[in-house]
């Protein structure tokens, strides 16, 4: 009877929408602490769980995951043990504990690996591809996406082979290899469509095949992603996809711009500025919006009004320092000044680009050749531990093998022995026979 009061008073705290709103978090959150003590089996797993939700963002997150790994351990629940160490990924990732990322990342895989928790197990291949590429070890993120790309394939799991193509693409691009990020956008698309889930997935490729192809290209991809939208409002009715309506007509307003297409252009931006929402002020999509005009403007030779728009665009990049885009910024304001004859003001900017550029060029080789570096050593290490694995192996089967033929050899020499008795017992049965005295 306790136990029943007790699971009812938990599930009227988890799953209770009038008690959810009538109550703070906090309240919420040490009513179930205080419930833990006298919890038991999955109902204990299920506060713990709703605990790490609740506290999202918050330093004491990392004590509750530790406590629901502890508990699935001790319960010998490998499905939930399973969660919790992803969990525990997840918590590390922001906050750069790259370390902590890769140890409990290994552990997590390999776990999900073993029990086939495929999901679970892609999830965090994808966390740790991304904190290498955030650490600027590109060629180690592509590395470690085309393992696990080669995994998904070998598991049949074909949204997760889609998911790390799209990994892929925003890696090579990052990497300035837009063909290579095209090839595998378009794999990623191709792969989805196969068992159609539809979602985000594909929304987010055309809106990167958009961002990246130039001209009428860009304008199918454009297309593209409207029809992506309105595929996924028919199943999903109440999707909030409004950002990637703005997106398309972003894609378009850009690319008829860049055409000359001016009328086209501006009926773009017309539709962009009519589905921009308020809460996006101060954010890229706003960004966005003025370059739809910088674009527009600098097609209609108004170049007073297209620095205007490039000018604010460049404030928010240098406020949240971006460097690639403020360097792209810049680009854009010199070809302006250009345009408008102000020869002296571009010549200026595009010496500053052109020093930045071999700036960050020779800076990013040399980060490279010390990561082909890290690769080799790392590789060779690799190889070597592989190759006295194996001289182990070889050397346990000739121990095997010897052992085998030492046995053998006594046990032929035993028989000999045996056989030997044998015949002179009945040659001396057969003496006695015939002379018996």
Request: glycine letters at 4%; aromatic letters at 12%; a neutral charge.
């Amino acid at each position: 009877m306790k136990k029943f009061i007790i699971i009812t008073i938990l599930t009227t705290i988890l799953i209770s929408p009038a008690k959810t709103q009538q109550r703070s978090n906090v309240a919420q959150i040490d009513s179930i602490v205080a419930l833990l003590p006298q919890l038991r089996d999955s109902v204990k797993l299920d506060a713990l769980n709703r605990l790490i939700v609740m506290t999202y963002g918050e330093p004491i997150r990392k004590r509750y995951v530790n406590m629901y790994l502890d508990e699935a351990r001790r319960q010998k629940d490998t499905y939930r043990e399973g969660h919790a160490l992803a969990y525990l990924v997840e918590i590390y990732f922001p906050q750069f504990d790259n370390d902590s990322v890769f140890f409990f990342g290994e552990e997590a895989i390999r776990f999900a690996r073993q029990y086939k928790q495929y999901t679970r197990l892609f999830t965090v291949h994808e966390i740790i591809i991304m904190r290498y590429a955030g650490q600027g070890q590109m060629l180690t993120a592509l590395r470690k996406a085309e393992e696990a790309y080669a995994e998904a394939k070998e598991t049949q799991e074909e949204m997760q082979m889609a998911q790390i193509l799209a990994i892929m693409g925003r890696l090579y691009h990052e990497m300035g290899q837009d063909q290579e990020a095209i090839r595998c956008y378009e794999e990623s698309i191709e792969t989805a469509m196969q068992v159609r889930r539809l979602g985000l997935l594909n929304l987010e490729n055309y809106n990167h095949l958009a961002s990246i192809a130039k001209g009428s290209e860009r304008l199918r991809y454009a297309d593209s992603l409207h029809v992506e939208v309105e595929l996924l409002l028919q199943t999903y009715p109440s999707a909030d996809v409004q950002n990637f309506y703005f997106l398309t007509e972003y894609h378009r307003a850009a690319a008829n711009a860049n055409m000359k297409r001016t009328e086209q252009a501006f009926k773009a931006v017309q539709k962009a500025e009519a589905l921009f929402e308020t809460h996006w002020q101060g954010t890229f999509y706003a960004v966005l919006l003025d370059q739809m005009y910088a674009a527009y403007f600098y097609a209609v030779e108004n170049y007073e009004k297209a620095l205007e728009h490039l000018n604010r665009t460049m404030q928010f990049y240098v406020d949240n320092q971006l460097e690639s885009n403020i360097l792209a910024t810049k680009l854009d304001q010199a070809n302006v000044h250009y345009a408008r004859g102000a020869y002296k003001t571009a010549a200026d900017m595009y010496n500053q680009i052109i020093q930045t550029k071999d700036s960050v060029n020779i800076e990013r080789f040399y980060a490279q050749m010390n990561e082909l570096h890290s690769i080799f050593e790392l590789d060779k290490a690799q190889l070597e531990t592989e190759r006295q694995r194996a001289e182990t192996q070889r050397q346990k089967l000739v121990n095997r093998g010897l052992a085998g033929a030492c046995a053998a050899l006594i046990f032929i020499v035993a028989l000999v022995v045996w056989s030997r008795r044998r015949i002179a017992e009945k040659n001396r049965g057969l003496y006695r026979q015939i002379n018996p005295f």
